[in-house]
């Protein structure tokens, strides 16, 4: 006979733990979220809703329509910083004004990798001619006063240890090249040099994709491997360290200095090449365990990696992954790593960037189609988007026993007057559960899922919402879903209520 007692399954800090669509969907922890697309896990380890964006700059007629493709903050020596944006084969200056410093109509592309070093900043991409800009003047390279050598025609620059390194040009993807000790524009005699990594190389063959100074080292990420070197401050006397086989770097602009950490989209997923300090081999953590499958099944997908790009906000404490064909995005916070070494990843979609710039002032630009927009507010330049946070599949201890279904109780805080919409499955199916349907939602459908309550509630309020489910089966998952529009959304707590049936 089934119990007449209310059983109540309780998740407090709904999601806590991020996404994880690797593990069995009935063994996960509650704390997992089997779905949670356009939200963050905010600073109070609620699951919550992501900011929108706002564009910065009045409309430009050169940019037009076409995508912002690079961002960057060039520092001065001074302190002070100019904001460059690429777009339309234009180099523009400013934020809520753009005005084009430089175009060039035969580039082929606006994929340029844009460093400071020495009070300039300096353009690479492949097959173009090299660019400077001292604030005043933006030229070629090979225009600066006193230029010698042949700089690279290269597609990664970096700037440490007093020089500027380059890699990856059309006809060779094996050899470094440094400039001369303060000067980008000497790349013979003096200090610069180069080094081919044929003979390093632990197959025999291997491209660089991208370049990194950690704690002292030269990091060169190539495809299948990464190479590290010590003594980068003196190259004529630099030594291998060590080569790390078996891994490699997915995209040049997947690379990000966290500060403690060295962060890059592998083969394998997204990795932490580690602390390099005692420890003889680099340690390799892999940060995207809980979505590594799904990320590396959606990668065949993203045909040109150099459109994936990425950033790290220190203010937000996340590390953004953009996915441009499937417009999607991936955030993984880096505020708490889980006990397996791993971060807590969301989901984002509808508002994929095609560039990234994080600014001395804390603030995240992203390239938008003739707008630098900024992360920021809760609308994605005006328009609305979708929140949706579902639990795992859970069976409650007991996977023979049928659970009728009777109530659930959400705790909230904010939301401004938005819409609330809960939804809920039982075993899996796909089936109806006719009782509260409401006609005004017309995406049931995509989820199989045809249940909901309709909620309201107020701006900053904390609100408990009570909504009456139905229907019964052994296993059961709950969906929230809100429409954000304007204000912050958190879920601090979900409990369901059922009844025990019969056993099977």
């Known amino acids: 006979m089934a119990s007449t007692?209310?059983?109540?399954?309780?998740?407090?800090?709904p999601g806590f733990y991020g996404l994880n669509t690797q593990d069995s969907p009935t063994s996960a922890n509650t704390a997992y979220a089997l779905t949670?697309?356009?939200c963050v896990i905010d600073s109070y380890g609620r699951m919550g809703a992501r900011k929108g964006w706002t564009p910065v700059n009045a409309v430009n007629a050169t940019l037009g329509s076409n995508a912002v493709a690079a961002l960057h903050e060039y520092v001065k020596n001074d302190g002070s910083t100019v904001q460059l944006s690429i777009g339309n084969k234009n180099i523009f200056t400013g934020t809520s004004t753009l005005t084009s410093v430089y175009t060039d109509a035969a580039w082929t592309a606006n994929n340029w990798k844009v460093v400071n070093f020495n009070n300039k900043a300096y353009f690479f991409q492949r097959g173009h001619d090299p660019l400077y800009y001292d604030g005043t003047t933006l030229a070629k390279l090979s225009a600066h006063a006193g230029y010698t050598g042949t700089v690279p025609t290269a597609n990664e620059v970096l700037s440490a240890y007093g020089r500027l390194w380059v890699a990856d040009t059309s006809t060779d993807k094996t050899t470094i090249t440094w400039s001369d000790t303060l000067a980008g524009h000497l790349w013979t005699a003096g200090a610069s040099g180069t080094l081919n990594l044929h003979n390093v190389f632990?197959?025999?063959t291997d491209q660089v994709v991208a370049l990194a100074a950690f704690n002292g080292y030269l990091v060169i990420l190539c495809?299948?491997?990464v190479v590290i070197y010590q003594g980068a401050s003196n190259p004529s006397t630099m030594s291998l360290y060590d080569v790390i086989d078996g891994i490699g770097c997915i995209g040049r602009d997947t690379v990000q200095d966290t500060g403690t950490d060295l962060l890059f989209l592998s083969n394998k997923g997204l990795v932490s090449l580690g602390r390099l300090i005692q420890e003889k081999s680099a340690p390799i953590t892999d940060l995207s365990k809980n979505v590594r499958d799904a990320l590396l099944t959606e990668l065949p997908y993203e045909t040109n990696k150099e459109n994936i790009k990425s950033v790290y906000s220190q203010k937000d404490g996340f590390y953004l992954l953009t996915m441009p064909v499937l417009d999607k995005v991936y955030c993984f916070d880096l505020r708490f790593k889980l006990e397996d070494g791993s971060l807590r990843a969301t989901t984002w979609s509808g508002q994929t960037p095609t560039a990234f710039c994080y600014t001395r002032d804390n603030l995240l630009y992203m390239g938008k189609a003739g707008y630098i927009g900024k992360y920021y507010g809760y609308t994605d330049n005006t328009a609305t988007y979708l929140m949706s946070y579902f639990t795992n599949h859970m069976d409650a201890g007991n996977l023979s026993q049928i659970k009728m279904l009777k109530k659930l109780n959400v705790i909230v805080v904010g939301g401004g007057g938005?819409?609330?919409?809960?939804?809920w499955i039982?075993?899996?199916?796909?089936?109806t559960i006719s009782s509260m349907a409401a006609p005004d939602i017309a995406t049931a459908a995509e989820y199989n899922i045809s249940?909901?309550?309709?909620?309201?509630?107020?701006?900053?309020?904390?609100t408990r919402i009570n909504q009456q489910l139905g229907g019964a089966g052994c296993t059961f998952q709950i969906g929230i879903e809100s429409v954000i529009n304007g204000n912050s959304l958190s879920i601090q707590n979900l409990t369901t209520y059922y009844k025990a049936g019969r056993a099977i």
Not at 451 to 459: C, Q, R
Request: with cysteine; charged share 15%.
């Open 418 to 423: 938005s819409t609330i919409r809960f939804k």
């Open 426 to 431: 039982t075993d899996f199916a796909y089936q």
């Open 5 to 13: 007692q209310l059983i109540p399954i309780g998740v407090t800090a």
């Open 36 to 38: 949670a697309d356009n």
């Open 451 to 462: 249940e909901y309550g309709i909620a309201e509630y107020n701006t900053g309020n904390i």
């Open 202 to 204: 632990p197959n025999g």
């Open 223 to 225: 495809k299948f491997c």
